[in-house]
């Protein structure tokens, strides 16, 4: 069956520190693949996404490839910032809108 | 503004009683959804709606009833059936019938047993 593993969280970083947050799937077929974010008290917003393989999604300095050889749609930022402080949840597409996440990772970024 | 409304955003539910979640869109959608979301968990799917007065099962149904009667609005049920409501609930939408499509989430519902 399709599922999202993501790194365990929480992850506390300084502002300008280099974000990596990894995911790797396990799906049939080539899905689409999605990083979503979501801030506290909120739902959540669709940060970027990449439909086949070696596509580079990026959205607000925040960047993921998608790696058929390794399975993987790691987010990387180069200079994260307090405002980016939210849960990230890694997600693949099943068919039409049907999404499967991974379990969310914490990031709290200090000034 | 266009997009996703739920109410009310905190809801309490006591022993052997069935509670109502409202989402309602303005995005002229045609497709819908529930996702249920614990601490330390992904979301996982409830129901969804392709099209008016059509909807199917998730991958945690049971417990949980909908209707789609209105293009605009979901309504999510939680039964007496479901013995572990406490989550985050969760509505979105999608233009629908397009591979790739944008998911958009409305706020969310904490649903909390008395």
């Known amino acids: 069956g399709n599922s999202v593993t993501q790194m365990e969280g929480p992850v506390t970083l300084s502002e300008e520190a280099f974000l990596t947050i990894n995911c790797t799937y396990t799906?049939?077929?080539?899905?689409?693949l999605f990083w979503y974010v979501q801030y506290p008290g909120e739902g959540l917003q669709l940060l970027l996404k990449?439909?086949?393989?070696?596509d580079k999604g990026s959205n607000k300095g925040f960047e993921a490839t998608y790696r058929k050889e390794t399975t993987s749609f790691h987010l990387e930022k180069g200079s994260v910032q307090v405002s980016d402080s939210a849960v990230y949840f890694c997600a693949l597409q099943r068919s039409y809108g049907k999404l499967t996440f991974g379990q969310g990772t914490i990031l709290t970024v200090h000034p | 503004d266009g997009g996703i409304t739920q109410s009310p955003k905190y809801l309490f539910r006591k022993e052997g009683q069935n509670v109502t979640l409202s989402c309602e869109q303005n995005l002229n959608h045609d497709a819908m959804y529930w996702y249920r979301q614990d601490p330390g968990q992904g979301l996982r799917l409830i129901y969804y709606?392709?099209?008016?007065?059509?909807?199917q099962k998730g991958d945690i149904a049971e417990g949980y009833s909908v209707s789609r009667e209105k293009k605009e609005s979901f309504p999510l049920t939680v039964t007496s059936a479901q013995k572990n409501p406490t989550a985050f609930y969760l509505c979105?939408?999608?233009?629908?019938?397009?591979?790739?499509?944008?998911?958009?989430f409305g706020s969310g519902t904490q649903l909390s047993v008395l």
């Open positions: 799906a049939t077929g080539y899905p689409s």
């Open positions: 709606s392709q099209i008016v007065n059509d909807f």
């Open positions: 979105a939408s999608s233009i629908g019938g397009q591979l790739e499509e944008k998911l958009f």
């Open positions: 990449a439909t086949k393989a070696d």
